[in-house]
């Protein structure tokens, strides 16, 4: 099966070219501990079957500076894409957003809202003066990966949501629901959110674990959260080396999950969604 990674992550051993400058100052131990580099994330896709990656931005060691996933992603540009992060509370956001894509630049951004190496904890994302950045990213059609917990923050996403009806935004962990507590009230609660056409999922080891824990009990999730949104809007990423479990562990796990789902949702998830949302992945995997 056609399978792209829409998040991972990599880290240079080349501290002169690549040097850390993680967002609020603090590394984050998984960057520190376990770091892949491009080359060892090739290695590691190949093993597993991966046939391309979304390469995002590594905040918590590189802040705003994207050298390492543009360079990595213009050196293999059948493989990677680049999302990089952006800081949409500068005056001149709109404009550098506009810069930074292009050919051979990135193909989408992300927004990092909450953890403990954030320097402005708060619903910042959906501040006024953000509102240029957003407008730049819905006339550009570009994705921006969102990484907020959903709960106090919701009601800043949907007036977003609301505001900019042309904005993609693809949900990151698809904001850390809490589908231990009751997988159908936290289906549920995601599924209300469909309503905003532009909204897309990012599913990862964070979902994918608590659903596994549920057993029968995660069709409960599953169910309101495809009925709603499509497997269309729904992408798999593995958060490797974020995540503690190998590269071919998360796709097993992902694939374990989801075996139950009509093979049609499980190509979309895999591969389909991440594709539209990145038109420069191509059609097919190599």
């Known amino acids: 099966m056609d399978v792209v990674d829409a998040h991972c992550h990599i880290i240079s051993e080349d501290l002169t070219a690549y040097p850390r400058a993680p967002l609020g100052g603090k590394q984050s131990t998984w960057a520190a501990t376990r770091p892949v580099t491009a080359e060892g994330m090739v290695s590691r896709m190949d093993a597993t079957g991966i046939a391309q990656a979304v390469l995002v931005q590594a905040t918590t060691n590189y802040g705003y500076d994207n050298s390492y996933v543009l360079d ?23 404009d550098s957003l506009k810069a930074a894509v292009g050919e051979g630049g990135l193909s989408g951004v992300r927004l990092f809202t909450s953890g403990s190496t954030v320097p402005t904890q708060g619903e910042w994302f959906a501040a006024p003066e953000t509102h240029p950045f957003w407008e730049q990213a819905a006339e550009l059609n570009l994705p921006v990966c969102l990484q ?14 609301s505001r900019f009806p042309g904005v993609t935004v693809l949900l990151d962990h698809i904001g850390y629901p809490d589908i231990t507590a009751s997988p159908a009230r936290a289906g549920a609660e995601v599924a209300e959110l469909a309503v905003h056409p532009g909204l897309h999922l990012k599913l990862t080891h964070r979902n994918l674990e608590r659903l596994q824990d549920a057993g029968e009990r995660a069709a409960d999730f599953l169910d309101p959260v495809l009925g709603a949104f499509g497997a269309g809007r729904i992408a798999w990423g593995s958060n490797c080396p974020a995540a503690e479990q190998s590269l071919p562990e998360l796709l097993a796990l992902a694939e374990q999950v989801l075996a139950g789902l009509p093979e049609s949702d499980r190509r979309q998830i895999f591969a389909g969604t991440a594709r539209r949302l990145y038109g420069s992945l191509g059609t097919s995997g190599s």
């Open 148 to 161: 907020m917990r959903l709960g106090a923050a919701t009601a800043q996403l949907t007036e977003l949501l």
């Open 72 to 94: 990595s992603t213009r050196r293999r540009p059948g493989r990677f894409v680049a999302v990089g992060t952006v800081d949409p509370l500068r005056p001149d956001a709109a």
